[in-house]
């Protein structure tokens, strides 16, 4: 069972109906009993930082989920991606869950549109097993104003918008993240929601 | 490099989809849950569903379109007419849409653009804008539907509204909408230059080019039909052609 964290956040029902459709046994939960269980655990998000990171405190899982991602896939996505590292300029300087290292700050290109909306193409920095299957020129779904400042080797996949923009994240071991939405970029989106689950080894 | 977006649009009256020339003279075209998935089969990078009967009784018609929608598209879902307040938008996007268009609730209450954003964040409130040609370089900004001209400088109008937060706006031309003849480039130019947020272009698609041309000639960032996609004069998949072959990036 894949658990989709339900701690408040806008549109989880998206994330829901992407893995309903490729037929992976999921549930959205607040419960830590239910986190301890499932093979995989999803954190979505959209809204701001500070806000959203106030949420998972009240809703008393962030000890869990940080226990949790030490030995099971973990996907983290949009919002749910920036959550992942130490800490975010998002309005405030506010701490993250710190399950990579970086920072989360604006968007900086005074000669762009923003936020960066729209389909993008990924660009390939690190093999990754969420990237089986994918060609080289695969468009995602991108909505956000803030994005990512981590090192190199944590940096599996960017965009250009401007300047590099970090596009899947992770600590090399159980912990992924994606700044756009996997549930929302058609058929290439769905191919990488697959690949997560397929991680967890319980599914052929 | 950010993808230009080829946008179809249903018009929804009663569950059904339908397209009008000018607003008037409605005829029906078919399951918006059906004309929805073949769009995503055919590339479409973003669907729009749009209430026309809109504001009272109907919209629970539109939240079930939507929420069946949402079970097999996966590409970002827009749903705008008759949005009227925070709360219509949270059970709109509740039903599965990823924006909510307000168009004339916004242009007598321009404050829900602004409370919409801060609830729900910029990136979901697109802003529908009616525009008419007033004279040269001038446009006013109408509602319900391009009846009432409500004298308000088109330019003005969506500089306020990116500054109350609008994430999007999607510029509709009166003068083009339903003729066939292309987008109205001089008002997508003007406007485009007056705001940073993305500008859908939207009214006048007729011929395969037309897209191509509003992407060479403005700096829209997407681009909206909804009759030439219905009557299946055109896929989605031969606008994108058309643009790549002219070097424009789309997806």
Known sequence: MIAIIDYGAGNIFSVKNALDYLGFENKLTDKKGDLEKADALILPGVGAFPWAMNMLKLSGLTDVIKEQ???KPFLGICLGMQLLFEKSYEFEECKGLGLIGGYVDKINEPELVIPHMGWNKLVYNHGCPLFNGL???EYVYFVHSYKAFC???????YCEYGSKVPAVVSDGKYVFGCQFHP??????????????VKMTGEVK | MLAKR???CLDVRDGKVVKGVNF?????VGDPVECAYEYNLQGADEIVFYDITASHENRGVILDVVRETAKKVFVPLTVGGGIKSVDDMRNTLRAGA??????????QNPQLIKEGADIFGCQCICVGVDAKKVGDNKWTVYINGGRVDMKIDLID???KCEQLGAGEICLNSIDTDGVRGGFDLPMLKAVCSAVKIPVIASGGAGKLSDFAEAFLETDCSAALAASLFHFKELTVQQVKDDCRSKGIIVR
């Open chain 1, 69 to 71: 991602a030490q030995f």
């Open chain 1, 135 to 137: 060609g080289d020129e």
């Open chain 1, 151 to 157: 090192d190199n080797k944590n940096l599996y996949a």
């Open chain 1, 183 to 196: 549930e929302k970029s058609g058929k290439t989106g769905l191919a990488i929601l697959e690949n997560f």
């Open chain 2, 6 to 8: 080829i946008i179809p």
């Open chain 2, 24 to 28: 008037e003279g409605i005829k029906e």
């Open chain 2, 98 to 107: 990823d924006k909510v268009s307000v168009n004339s609730q916004a242009v």
């Open chain 2, 157 to 159: 109008w969506v500089k």
